[in-house]
């Protein structure tokens, strides 16, 4: 079956503009995670989703980054007023139960470039 | 000091060799562990996990677990060229949905 699949794979946008990040979790999964990589660092956790209600968003640095899912469907990621801090990998990743040794399957990423 | 630390690398080794990678953590409360395996340009893949203490093995995987000195390990037995990769640790708690990811260790087996 399909994986975890990511949109756009690469963006490049200029201080100051918004961006939009989409995932596509695997079907059925009810649990969907956002995390960020930077150059050289570990993916940093950015916010959990079980089904539509994101019990855990503490990982979200700024007011700037907001997210949202559709039923246990599409998550979109929103950057504001982006800034060149923001660049990095977006990973999403998804799992059937959101269990802690439920398997995360991640995407391939959006590499974000903020100029 | 970060929660999690792990050796950035670049490890070389020669194909065939076994290879230890490693991860110290300074939260006790800490009781699931995973390893994951990224190839270049694209998304971690789970390796292992394991829950609290012990050992756990697969193939040519093991995965180890100390608490008691907040020290996890992954052994790769006989390495291959297609093992090399970047290398990160993972964990969690109870009560929380947040992983604690290492920065990662990049692995290079030489053929």
């Known amino acids: 079956g399909a994986g975890v699949s990511q949109s756009p794979s690469n963006k490049v946008t200029e201080k100051g503009k918004d961006v939009e990040l989409r995932c596509d979790p695997i079907s059925g999964h009810t649990a969907l995670y956002w995390y960020r990589q930077r150059l050289g660092q570990g993916l940093e956790f950015l916010i959990y989703?079980?089904?539509?209600?994101?019990?855990?968003k503490s990982g979200l640095p700024s007011d700037r980054f907001s997210a949202e899912r559709t039923g246990e469907s599409v998550s979109t990621l929103t950057i504001q007023r982006t800034q060149q801090e923001d660049s990095a990998v977006y990973l999403c990743a998804s799992s059937l139960t959101g269990g802690r040794l439920d398997t995360q399957y991640f995407g391939p990423g959006t590499r974000l470039t903020v100029l | 000091q970060k929660e999690v630390e792990q050796d950035p690398g670049p490890l070389s080794v020669p194909e065939g060799a076994i290879v230890s990678l490693n991860c110290t953590y300074s939260n006790s409360a800490f009781q699931y562990f995973m390893w994951y395996r990224q190839y270049s340009r694209k998304g971690p893949e789970l390796l292992m996990y394991t829950y609290s203490s012990g050992n756990k093995e697969d193939g040519r995987f093991t995965a180890q677990v100390d608490k008691s000195s907040k020290y996890i390990s992954l052994f790769i037995r006989d390495s291959q060229p297609s093992d090399s990769a970047t290398y990160l640790c993972?964990?969690?708690?109870?009560?929380?949905?947040?992983?604690?990811f290492g920065t990662g260790t990049r692995l290079k087996v030489l053929a």
């Open positions: 993972a964990m969690t708690g109870e009560g929380t949905y947040k992983y604690i």
């Open positions: 989703f079980q089904g539509n209600s994101a019990p855990d």
